[in-house]
């Protein structure tokens, strides 16, 4: 966890036998009126322990407001209601905002993103949390979290460390969009994943991170890599004074990719999308 904490997740799977007309196992009935439902279900048990309570729905189900701080910090919880698919991986979800059930598998997702050594797996959690760091700086993010640990499942490879696994990942994901290619659910449940922002602008923004990242990568200069570091990190680092260094950077921003060879980076190769849905090897 973060901290502060800002919220939770939980869920509950409904049992088929007494809802047999949801979703599109059953006659097709939305899920609009069972969240209704259970929000006013919940409503009602946590004010007698949280006098404050508010359960509102957010795209997935309740979303909980607990009106009471626990060491200063006052998280929601978001809850997932889902029901069993008969054919095809995962559950059903709902999607509050067109009323429909979407296919989803997030115990797949949990093995797969869990798989590897510990060593292994500890990087690329490392990665994952800076990939996400860096893209809630921007007051619009333009990927979600879970496309994020998809990136870091398909990209970051054993023996890297946490920053050439990160400029992996930036640098993959860019190569990415910038060919048009779609980021696939590597559970093979959902949809292809959807950006929050146009694919271009993302693409600009991973871009110009990758780039920063490897002139940091390749400089023996502290000051340099600060310089670079800054241009990843602008929510958290501060540039230092004017260098030398700056041009540079800045240069490498437009949105023109940058190979790390050309740079003096070593990084170990991405793996291919193909690959990555292949299974566990």
């Not at 619009?140 to 490879?157: D, K, L, N």
């Not at 271009?200 to 200069?221: G, Y």
Request: aromatic share 8%.
């Amino acid at each position: 966890m973060n901290e502060p904490v800002t919220d939770g997740d939980g869920g509950l799977v409904l049992n088929r036998n007494y809802y047999p007309s949801l979703g599109p196992d059953g006659m097709g009935d939305s899920p609009g009126d069972i969240v209704d439902e259970l929000c006013a279900h919940l409503g009602s048990i946590l004010r007698e322990t949280y006098p404050d309570a508010r359960v509102h729905k957010s795209k997935r189900g309740p979303k909980i407001h607990f009106g009471a701080e626990v060491e200063g910090q006052d998280p929601t919880v978001d809850m997932v209601v889902a029901m069993n698919r008969k054919d095809g991986p995962g559950i059903w979800i709902p999607n509050l905002k067109t009323g429909e059930w979407e296919a989803s598998d997030p115990e797949g997702h949990v093995e797969l993103l869990n798989y590897g050594q510990s060593a292994f797996r500890s990087t690329r959690r490392k990665v994952t949390r800076l990939a996400k760091a860096w893209n809630k700086q921007f007051y619009v993010p333009g990927v979600s979290s879970f496309e994020i640990s998809v990136w870091a499942y398909e990209f970051v490879t054993p023996g890297l460390g946490a920053a050439k696994g990160l400029y992996t990942l930036l640098d993959g994901a860019a190569t990415r969009l910038e060919s048009g290619e779609p980021t696939v659910d590597p559970a093979g449940a959902s949809a292809d994943l959807k950006l929050l922002k146009e694919a271009s602008t993302v693409a600009a923004r991973l871009r110009k991170a990758a780039n920063a990242l490897a002139v940091a990568l390749h400089s023996d200069s502290d000051v340099e890599v600060l310089e670079a570091m800054s241009v990843v990190f602008f929510g958290y680092i501060d540039a230092p004074q004017e260098s030398a260094l700056k041009n540079a950077v800045q240069q490498l921003s437009t949105g023109i990719p940058v190979s790390a060879a050309a740079l003096g980076v070593q990084v170990a190769a991405t793996t291919s999308p193909s690959r990555s849905y292949g299974g566990h090897g």
